[in-house]
């Protein structure tokens, strides 16, 4: 007397099917009354089961999934996001590679990254870049403009105060003025 059809499935770590098919294609020899003696049918199962045919895996395909940074462009060092390596591919295929059902989930995280780009765009919560720098340019020529201007406008009206001769109060003040805007030339702003 052997054992059930179900504990020789938990026996070989199949699935009860699996041996009722085996049973089936004459792989595996049930006794008489249906039971199944496991060192008979295990050496029955490794004879008659042959090996699986190479070249049945499908191979590994490789998707890049770019990090997009805050303003919708790529980003040069990307982490990991959901069903992404560290390098920012995903492999998707066979063995070994990621099933569908990540591929779809690592396009989606790329879908949302993007439309939450979109969306703060629309909100006006992101500026080009481009645009931003000229302004902050032009921003920073007028102000410098501004004080280059300021010596020539009020040197006359402090040297009267402070009784000394007008052209050298001018002098004095742009000279200080053009130490100080050279100073703040030196300093290197830094747009990341």
Known sequence: ?????????????????????A??????TPEADGTID??????????????????????????????LDGAGAERRS???TAGIGATGSANVGGAGGTSLLQART?????????????????KGELVDRPQAIAHVFKLARSERDAWLNCPARISAQMAAKLEIDPHTMHVALESAVREHLQE?????????
């Open 78 to 80: 990307s982490g990991t």
């Open 38 to 67: 496991a060192d008979k049918a295990d050496a029955q199962w490794e004879r008659n089961t042959s090996a699986p045919k190479t070249g049945t895996q499908r191979p590994v395909v490789k998707v890049q999934v770019p990090e």
């Open 106 to 122: 690592v396009n989606e995280v790329v879908k949302a990254q993007t439309n939450k780009v979109r969306l703060a765009r629309l």
């Open 23 to 28: 049973i089936r294609s004459g792989r595996v």
């Open 1 to 21: 007397m052997g054992i059930s059809i179900r504990a020789y499935a938990r026996h070989r770590g199949v699935t009860d099917t699996a041996v009722h098919k």
């Open 184 to 192: 703040l030339g030196d300093l290197r702003a830094r747009i990341d």
